[in-house]
């Protein structure tokens, strides 16, 4: 059991590390495994109890240093502000785009599924076990029939992409 809980918490914590996109939540299948690891340590070692206490606390404030050192990096912005834009704004028969880039909140925010231009990154699993993914994973050409039509399209992309996107469409 031992063995198999080190090699969860060092798994799942060296692939998302690795990992292109790091969202917070990729972390949390370690905490049960650390959670029952430190349990038992401390239940099944008494006479090393203050021993493993200190060790613990010890790697629980590095931890959590890396954490809030790593976590300050991490990107904090929202797409909050503009589902409260495109919900005063869109109707439910618009399309609403996400331009070579994914947005993960945008969809829970809008609780709408949301159209993907371009992007596969860290949807290509889901993509490749999904049936209808093309119908809201689309590339460029079918992004430009739709933006060229008489359908209202909202694009949502970075800043830096404005002025290619301008030209191009």
Known sequence: LHVFLILQVAFVFLFFSCSQSKLISYI?????????????????HPAFQSRAFYI?????ACFLLFALY??????????????????ARAKPSDIIVHYQRFY?????????????????????FGISHQENAKQWMIEEGQFS????????????????????FSKRY
Not at 56 to 60: G, K, R, S, V
Not at 71 to 86: A, H
């Open 104 to 124: 993960h909140d945008l969809p829970f925010y809008m609780k709408r599924t949301m159209t993907v231009v371009g992007w596969k990154n860290e949807l290509r």
């Open 28 to 44: 949390l299948p370690i905490i049960p495994a650390l959670s029952i690891l430190t349990a038992h340590a401390l239940y099944t």
């Open 70 to 87: 790593g976590f300050g990096k991490y990107d904090k912005r929202t797409t909050l502000p503009i589902s409260k834009i495109l919900h």
């Open 145 to 164: 029939d739709a933006w060229n039509s008489p359908k209202r399209v909202w694009a949502i992309l970075e800043r830096d992409q404005w002025h290619t």
């Open 56 to 60: 613990l606390l010890t790697c629980t």
